[in-house]
């Protein structure tokens, strides 16, 4: 393998998850190497879960040797891992190179092993509940970034799930880093690969309209979650100020059409603030909202944020909005919340620990 000008010094080889295999494929050529060899590379990484080259054995000794040539397959170290009690929900606080933080959550129910990613380091959003928001944004993840928090969750877990679902919930609002989140999902995708299929990966939007038109179009029966939190645009612009951008007017054909466009229901997030969006009233226009689109809802207790003053309803007030809900909405579904006590559990992701 001889050093070809796409490794001019200046140009440290790059991070193996954030290259397609058509990207590698490409790369490998650029070493006099042919595509198939991308193939095998794949099949070791994301199939085999090798994490160095040496033990590749049907690459030839050149390939292995002079891998770092092409690109690296380090993950980012885990800076700090903590798990709950019961041990189903565990915390992962990745050490970017340059300095950043990203977290990651895995989640196990009796059903299902759950990852969930996050986007962006921060989030310029600042939806008013959430301990993200409070961070500001720090800066986009790469297509790479996105992919080694897979990877490295899958390690953690063996990989003796068949299956698992991927939801973008993590830190940061994923349509705001579009084309990154696009290609991680190529990546992660990819039969060759990780061979996740689109069904079991959900995008999470606190309503970029524009974006969520383009994922339409994808073609992918990827699933839909829009954060709604509220159903008047009063309240919506006071908990989600994006909404001042794109009101409801605009949110909810979007989501319509997506679900149209894709044949999956849209799920509804709605955060639940006692006192705030917990009415009577609020459940029956959620209601209305939900059939009309059609949709799922999605309840989500508030999860506390140090330094902010909402409160959590009581379980009787979560009820009593889901049982105004039941006759009247499609489906409805409590989460039920799993990792507060090591501050993993939504909107809590922002640099918190059990010792803070
Ligand atoms: N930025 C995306 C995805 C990440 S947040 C989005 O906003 O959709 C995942 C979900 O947790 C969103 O519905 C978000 O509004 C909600 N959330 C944020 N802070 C929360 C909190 N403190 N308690 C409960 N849910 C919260
Ligand atoms: Fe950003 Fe989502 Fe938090 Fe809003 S809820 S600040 S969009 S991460």
């Known amino acids: ?57 049907n690459l030839p000794l050149a390939l292995r040797e002079r891998f770092g040539a092409l690109c690296h397959l380090e993950l980012p170290p885990v800076a700090s891992l903590q798990g709950t009690r019961d ?63 897979v990877v490295a969750m899958g390690d953690f877990h063996g990989w003796r799930d068949d299956r698992f679902n991927l939801v973008f919930m993590g830190m940061g609002e994923p349509l705001a880093n579009y084309e990154p989140m696009m290609e991680a999902i190529h990546i992660l995708r990819d039969p060759r690969g990780i061979d996740l299929g689109a069904r079991r990966i959900t995008v999470s939007t606190s309503g970029v309209v524009p974006q969520i038109r383009r994922l339409a179009e994808e073609g992918l029966p990827l699933g839909l979650a829009v954060s709604l939190h509220a159903t008047t645009d009063a309240l919506r612009e006071r908990l989600v ?32 603030l006692a006192g705030v969006n917990d009415g009577e009233d609020d459940a029956k226009r959620l209601g209305a909202i939900a059939r009309d689109l059609p949709s799922k809802i999605n309840i989500i207790p508030y999860n506390p944020v140090p330094g902010l003053e909402w409160k959590r309803p009581t379980p009787e007030a ?25 501050w993993a559990a939504c909107g809590q992701l922002g640099g918190l620990s059990p010792e803070a």
């Open 1 to 57: 393998m001889d050093p070809t000008p796409a490794d001019a010094p200046s140009q440290p080889p790059p991070n193996f998850y954030g290259l397609t295999r058509s990207l590698l494929a490409g790369r490998l050529a650029g070493h006099g190497l042919p595509p198939y060899r991308a193939d095998q590379i794949y099949t070791w990484v994301y199939q085999k879960h090798h994490r160095s080259p040496s033990g590749m054995t």
């Open 87 to 149: 041990g189903l929900t565990h915390k992962f606080v990745i050490g970017l190179t340059d300095g950043a933080r990203v977290e990651s959550v895995s989640m196990r129910t009796e059903k299902r092993l759950t990852f969930c990613v996050s986007s962006q380091v921060g989030c310029a959003l600042k939806c008013t509940f959430c301990a993200t928001g409070l961070m500001g944004l720090q800066r986009n993840l790469t297509s790479g970034e996105i992919v080694a928090q």
């Open 241 to 272: 100020p994006l909404n001042r951008r794109w009101p409801l007017a605009e949110l909810l054909p979007a989501a319509k059409e997506y679900g149209r466009r894709t044949g999956r229901r849209v799920t509804l997030e709605y955060t639940l």
């Open 318 to 342: 979560v009820d009593a909005f889901a049982r105004t809900l039941w006759p009247i909405a499609p489906a409805v579904t409590v989460r039920h919340t799993q990792g507060g006590e090591i």
